[in-house]
């Protein structure tokens, strides 16, 4: 999926869109500082360009389960599934408020 997206990251990274940082760095030094240095954007790039091998270990793209089996807040009133692709149509659904007893 990575190699997919290697010409993309590529670019917004040499072109500074990404990472979103638009503090300048000439005003002072910023607390969670998200931009990247000249090194690893020099890291990042040479590794795309080398074909992004996905290297040693465990993928750490692998989509763990994520299924949330228990409500921590309490069960809710209403569930609403969408599609995970696809069109969705708009709607305007209509809810009634539940009246107090």
Same mark, same amino acid.
């Given at each position: 999926?990575?190699?997919?997206?290697?010409?993309?990251?590529? %670019?917004?990274?040499? !072109?500074?869109?990404?990472?979103?940082?638009?503090?300048?760095?000439? *005003?002072?030094?910023? %607390?969670? $500082?998200?931009? +990247?240095?000249? $090194?690893?954007?020099? =890291?990042? !790039?040479?590794?795309?360009?080398?074909?992004?091998?996905?290297?040693?270990?465990?993928?750490? +793209? *692998? *989509?763990?389960? =994520?299924?949330? !089996? #228990?409500?921590? +807040?309490? #069960?809710?009133? +209403?569930? *609403? #599934?969408?599609?995970?692709?696809?069109?969705?149509?708009?709607?305007?659904?209509?809810?009634?408020?539940? =009246?107090?007893?």
């Amino acid at each position: 999926m990575v190699r997919g997206f290697a010409p993309m990251i590529c %670019k917004v990274i040499r !072109t500074k869109r990404m990472p979103p940082w638009h503090a300048g760095p000439h *005003v002072g030094t910023w %607390k969670g $500082d998200r931009s +990247l240095s000249v $090194d690893q954007v020099q =890291t990042l !790039t040479h590794w795309i360009e080398a074909g992004a091998a996905l290297g040693e270990g465990p993928d750490p +793209l *692998v *989509v763990a389960n =994520t299924r949330v !089996t #228990e409500w921590p +807040l309490a #069960e809710p009133n +209403l569930i *609403v #599934e969408i599609p995970a692709s696809g069109i969705v149509d708009y709607n305007f659904p209509v809810v009634k408020k539940p =009246t107090r007893p």
